[in-house]
């Protein structure tokens, strides 16, 4: 029984930081061959914001470059999103997805409202 819970969304003022949360239950992080985060903002389709493998290779979206982190917390089993200098154009929904081979797993989402 895999299940991704995200935590940490809420409204922040442009410029300043937010920490996301994805906690994997009944599966090691380690077990998926990648996590990533997903964002969906009204009326757009749901895009890749940031990938993190297995090895520990990073990939991130252009839009979110040098302000975005994606990590693990081993002790925790959880995967994080910092997000910094964040923008108006950053408000989404924000989605943890796990991989493994052809099987991936969501989780239910966080919303991200960036506005002053």
């Known amino acids: 029984q895999v299940q991704l819970v995200e935590s940490g969304g809420g409204l922040v003022q442009p410029g300043e930081s937010r920490r996301l949360s994805c906690v994997a239950s009944?599966?090691?992080?380690?077990?998926?061959?990648?996590m990533a985060w997903y964002r969906q903002a009204p009326g757009n389709q749901r895009e890749l914001v940031a990938t993190l493998t297995l090895g520990g290779d990073t990939v991130y979206a252009d839009s979110v470059k040098g302000r975005f982190t994606i990590s693990r917390d081993n002790a925790r089993n959880t995967v994080i999103l910092q997000m910094n200098s964040l923008k108006p154009e950053d408000t989404a929904v924000y989605y943890c997805?796990?991989?493994?081979?052809?099987?991936?797993?969501w989780g239910q989402g966080t919303q991200v409202t960036v506005s002053s």
């Open positions: 009944g599966r090691s992080i380690f077990s998926f061959d990648a």
């Open positions: 997805k796990a991989r493994k081979l052809w099987s991936d797993y």
